[in-house]
């Protein structure tokens, strides 16, 4: 009995050194999201108030109460962003003027597809890893150096996008024009199947946190890739989730998290997405110039480096250095102040008494 024991905990201490061990992991608890006149609107996992989603048309929702008692929530309306009248043209093999860079990492590598892995999880890569390899090499055929990193953030817990902070703040050394993270999401396979001229495809949900410095920027983006989507592939994108958390966007204002399909829908159809995500990422961040005057978009439009998407959202970017330093600096000049003058008046001579 004793080595049975032994072995057990001998195997017990292993699993987080066993790369491709699959395990049961259970999928968070998931909300169906109705607004004030009881119509479902979406689904997703884990809803706080104060959640906000975006869907096609532009329609911006926000949360308003969650029942945790029946996994459903309930949704306002509160605006509709004005969508950009675009024109697309026939030059989209025009070659960029500089070199175009992507960054890839995944902070939930165990992400995987029970139809296609055989497994929602895998302690280690999951078939997100796959999915996150077919973009890189999709994004390639559009003259776009995409690197991927596939550092391990496991396990998949809260602490797993402080660990993958760290990957994303060495991959934008390099400093690419944006930056995903690749993940799946746990929402049922209804809210991302979709079926066009007869043939089924997956969606792709983009999510944003609220949390962080570059949220607008980060939003504008999306909308854009939204946007351009509606007429390079109108089936890809479900919504916007805008989250309350940060999901390390802090980092760049082109900083985006893309759920590819969910757990129960074909891997196949993810992996197509992927391929049509890479479209939409080209010609978006690439090809489309917006007119400064009345926020219109040209897909394939005559290019130069102010009016780009991706120019344009690098001019607007949001300078974090002075923010950071000049604080830091503030208080290095107060310290060093505080520490001379203990030690001037530490050394300072008692003054002798007057005679007088």
Same mark, same amino acid.
């Given at each position: $009995?004793?080595?049975?024991?032994?072995?057990?905990?001998?195997?017990?201490? +292993?699993?987080?050194?066993?790369?491709?061990?699959?395990?049961? #992991?259970?999928?968070?608890?998931?909300? %169906?999201?109705?607004?004030?006149?009881?119509?479902?609107?979406?689904?997703?996992?884990? =809803?706080? =108030?104060?959640?906000?989603?975006?869907?096609?048309?532009?329609?911006?929702?926000?949360?308003? +109460?969650?029942?945790?008692?029946? %996994?459903?929530?309930?949704?306002?309306?509160?605006?509709?962003?004005?969508?950009?009248?675009?024109?697309?043209?026939?030059? /989209?093999?025009?070659?960029?003027?500089?070199?175009?860079?992507? *960054?890839?990492? +995944?902070? @939930?590598?165990?992400?995987?597809?029970?139809?296609?892995?055989?497994?929602?999880?895998?302690?280690?890569?999951?078939?997100? @890893?796959?999915?996150?390899?077919?973009?890189?090499?999709?994004?390639?055929?559009?003259?776009?150096?995409?690197?991927?990193?596939?550092?391990? @953030?496991?396990?998949?817990?809260?602490?797993?996008?402080?660990?993958?902070?760290?990957?994303?703040?060495?991959? /934008?050394? &390099?400093?690419?024009?944006?930056?995903?993270?690749? @993940?799946?999401?746990?929402?049922?396979?209804?809210?991302?199947?979709?079926?066009?001229?007869?043939?089924?495809?997956?969606?792709?949900?983009?999510?944003?946190?609220?949390?962080?410095?570059?949220?607008?920027?980060?939003?504008?983006?999306?909308?854009?890739? $939204?946007?351009?989507?509606?007429?390079?592939?109108?089936?890809?994108?479900? &919504?916007?989730?805008?989250?309350?958390?940060?999901?390390?966007?802090?980092?760049?204002?082109?900083?985006?998290?893309?759920? $590819?399909? #969910?757990?129960?829908?074909?891997?196949?159809?993810?992996?197509?997405?992927?391929?049509? /995500?890479?479209? =939409?990422?080209?010609? #978006?961040?690439?090809?489309?110039?917006?007119?400064?005057?009345?926020?219109?978009? #040209?897909?394939?439009?005559?290019?130069?480096?102010?009016?780009?998407?991706?120019?344009?959202?690098?001019?607007?970017?949001?300078?974090?250095?002075?923010?950071?330093?000049?604080?830091?600096?503030?208080?290095?000049?107060?310290?060093?102040? *505080?520490?001379? +003058?203990?030690?001037?008046?530490?050394?300072?001579?008692?003054?002798?008494?007057?005679?007088?």
């Amino acid at each position: $009995m004793k080595k049975i024991v032994i072995v057990l905990a001998i195997l017990f201490l +292993m699993i987080p050194y066993t790369s491709h061990l699959t395990i049961a #992991t259970e999928i968070g608890v998931i909300y %169906q999201i109705y607004d004030e006149n009881d119509i479902l609107l979406t689904e997703r996992e884990d =809803v706080e =108030v104060g959640d906000k989603f975006i869907d096609r048309n532009f329609n911006e929702y926000e949360v308003y +109460m969650v029942d945790e008692t029946n %996994q459903s929530a309930k949704a306002k309306y509160t605006k509709t962003y004005p969508k950009p009248n675009i024109t697309k043209k026939s030059n /989209l093999e025009q070659i960029s003027a500089k070199p175009k860079k992507i *960054a890839l990492y +995944m902070t @939930h590598n165990d992400e995987s597809y029970i139809l296609g892995d055989g497994t929602e999880s895998v302690y280690g890569k999951g078939g997100i @890893h796959d999915i996150a390899k077919i973009l890189k090499s999709e994004l390639g055929k559009y003259n776009i150096t995409a690197t991927l990193d596939e550092t391990l @953030h496991i396990p998949h817990n809260s602490s797993a996008y402080s660990r993958s902070n760290v990957t994303a703040q060495n991959l /934008l050394k &390099d400093s690419p024009d944006a930056i995903f993270d690749i @993940h799946r999401d746990g929402a049922s396979r209804q809210y991302y199947l979709t079926k066009v001229d007869g043939k089924e495809h997956s969606k792709i949900r983009i999510v944003l946190g609220q949390s962080n410095s570059n949220s607008q920027k980060n939003l504008e983006f999306a909308l854009y890739l $939204m946007s351009v989507a509606e007429v390079e592939c109108p089936w890809l994108f479900h &919504d916007i989730y805008w989250g309350k958390g940060h999901y390390n966007q802090a980092l760049s204002n082109k900083a985006l998290l893309f759920e $590819m399909g #969910t757990h129960t829908i074909e891997k196949s159809y993810v992996e197509e997405s992927a391929k049509e /995500l890479a479209k =939409v990422i080209n010609a #978006t961040l690439y090809k489309t110039t917006v007119d400064n005057n009345d926020n219109s978009l #040209t897909i394939g439009g005559e290019q130069n480096s102010e009016t780009t998407i991706n120019n344009k959202l690098d001019n607007n970017a949001i300078d974090l250095l002075p923010v950071i330093l000049i604080p830091s600096a503030i208080g290095a000049i107060a310290i060093a102040g *505080a520490i001379t +003058m203990f030690y001037t008046q530490k050394n300072k001579k008692p003054r002798k008494k007057s005679n007088k």
